[in-house]
T-cell receptor
């Protein structure tokens, strides 16, 4: 069964304190791995898509990397506005476009 | 270019009533997906549609739930005879094609009382 596990469930950092969020996956034939950000009461906001091991993408203070079994979202010198829930999802290949999401990591950046 | 539009944003229904959730995809997007987010749970896939076709409904409960994406107009997720367990946030996403990132709407929060 396709599975996505994110860790930690919650993370509190001080402003400027860099860290990484983990997304490990078990899927037969990865078609794509997606990172989204979700603010309370809002829909997920697209951040990155990664397709193959070794691929990296960056956007402002965020950098996403991908290996054969997991992805990391690195946050460098975060600011309070980076506080959100970060969702990882994998696209499964079986005939459809559906995404299988992890439970998310709730990130809080204290000023 | 407007994003994915969902309405209503909040919907309250009594047990046994029907709920209709609407989703207008982004301009140029012909693929629509519905996801459900139960309290304290992750997003779960429900159904994937293209214009006038249901492509994958493997995540949709077998009873009371239906979805459509007509040739004209928004996609509709319909829940008949709602129960308390249907209370959740329902998100719609759209993409211009397969294998391309999907963009989400702000969701409809359904509360069944």
């Amino acid at each position: 069964e396709d599975q996505v596990t994110q860790s930690p469930e919650a993370l509190r950092l001080q402003e400027g304190e860099s860290s990484s969020l983990n997304c490990s996956y078990t899927v037969s034939g990865l078609r794509g791995l997606f990172w989204y950000r979700q603010d309370p009461g809002k829909g997920p906001e697209f951040l990155f898509t990664l397709y193959s091991a070794g691929e990296e993408k960056e956007k402002e203070r965020l950098k996403a990397t991908l290996t054969k079994k997991e992805s990391f979202l690195h946050i460098t010198a975060p600011k309070p506005e980076d506080s959100a829930t970060y969702l990882c999802a994998v696209q499964v290949p079986q005939g459809a476009q559906k995404l299988v999401f992890g439970q998310g990591t709730r990130l809080t950046i204290n000023p | 270019n407007a994003g994915v539009m969902q309405n209503p944003r909040h919907l309250v229904r009594r047990r046994g009533q029907e709920a209709r959730l609407r989703c207008s995809p982004m301009k140029g997007h012909s693929h629509v997906y519905w996801y459900r987010q139960l309290p304290e749970e992750g997003l779960k896939f429900m159904v994937y549609l293209q214009k006038e076709n249901i492509i994958d409904e493997s995540g949709m409960p077998k009873e009371r739930f239906s979805a459509e994406f007509p040739k004209e107009g928004p996609s509709i997720l319909r829940i008949q005879q709602v129960v308390r367990g249907d209370s959740a946030a329902y998100f719609c996403a759209s993409s211009p094609g397969t294998g391309i990132e999907a963009f989400f709407g702000q969701g409809t929060r359904l509360t069944v009382v």
